[in-house]
């Protein structure tokens, strides 16, 4: 048989899913990735169909606006929760994927830090 695509889900998918305690859910119609607090860390979008191929990433204060001033090819200010600092990464513009592990991870260590933060 031939193997099967990777598609840009697939790699989001293995990069949220390697973070530690990060289980995927389905969210508003999308796969969505969260931490066991409830908290997401990421959402994949098609969002009402708009053909962007993209995942929304929460991010510390400052990283939204520094990512999408940086290269609006590759980030934007997501609809919904853009407001709150996560950033948006077009997933089918050529951005390295090791640069997409990086902003993820971000996002993981800071939504985890929030949390070890209000249990105190």
Not at 21 to 48: Q, R
Not at 68 to 84: C, E, I, L, Q, T
């Amino acid at each position: 048989m031939y193997p099967q695509p990777v598609t840009p889900l697939d790699r989001i998918r293995k990069i949220c899913l390697a973070l530690p305690e990060t289980e995927e859910k389905l969210s508003h119609g999308a796969p969505s990735f969260f931490l066991p607090s409830g908290h997401y860390l990421a959402y994949t979008d098609n969002h009402h169909g708009d053909g962007r191929v993209a995942a929304w990433v929460a991010q510390p204060p400052g990283a939204q606006e520094a990512l999408v001033a940086a290269d609006p090819k590759h980030f934007f200010r997501p609809p919904y929760v853009g407001p709150n600092g996560w950033v948006g990464i077009n997933l089918n513009t050529g951005l390295d994927w090791g640069a997409v592990a990086a902003i993820v991870a971000e996002g993981h260590a800071f939504i985890a830090a929030k949390k070890r933060k209000r249990r105190r």
